[in-house]
């Protein structure tokens, strides 16, 4: 059983907004991770979407998603929300969070050793 759940998801218009949620088991300690969002659209390769450090402080964006989704967590709910906003059809995707022992910009997915089973979003007109 996965230790970390995405939900949030949901079919969207372009230019509309989701906020997609990753909580943690109640046995996982979140707050000692960092976590990072992640997709995968069919036929493509994963790719980093954003990362967040354990404590909140330092955040990392995708150039492609820079300026229209945020990042940011509740450690004490054990949760880490992706608000995503001016959505377009090039976002859709399955959207999965991880988590990392370690902070790091580059967002490299094999730094993740924890991976939730993904949540689908999708931007259609």
């Known amino acids: 059983q996965s230790q970390l759940v995405e939900s949030g998801g949901g079919l969207v218009q372009p230019g509309g907004s989701l906020r997609l949620s990753c909580t943690a088991s109640?046995?996982?300690?979140?707050?000692?991770?960092?976590i990072g969002w992640f997709r995968q659209a069919p036929g493509k390769e994963r790719e980093g979407v954003s990362v967040?450090?354990?404590?909140?402080?330092?955040?990392h964006y995708a150039d492609s998603v820079k300026g229209r989704f945020t990042i940011s967590r509740d450690n004490a709910k054990k949760t880490v929300y992706l608000e995503m906003n001016s959505l377009k059809p090039g976002d859709t995707a399955t959207y999965y969070c991880a988590a990392a022992v370690s902070y790091s910009d580059s967002m490299r997915d094999y730094d993740f050793d924890y991976w939730g089973q993904g949540t689908q979003v999708t931007v259609s007109s």
């Open positions: 109640s046995i996982f300690p979140l707050g000692h991770f960092a």
């Open positions: 967040i450090s354990s404590s909140g402080v330092a955040t």
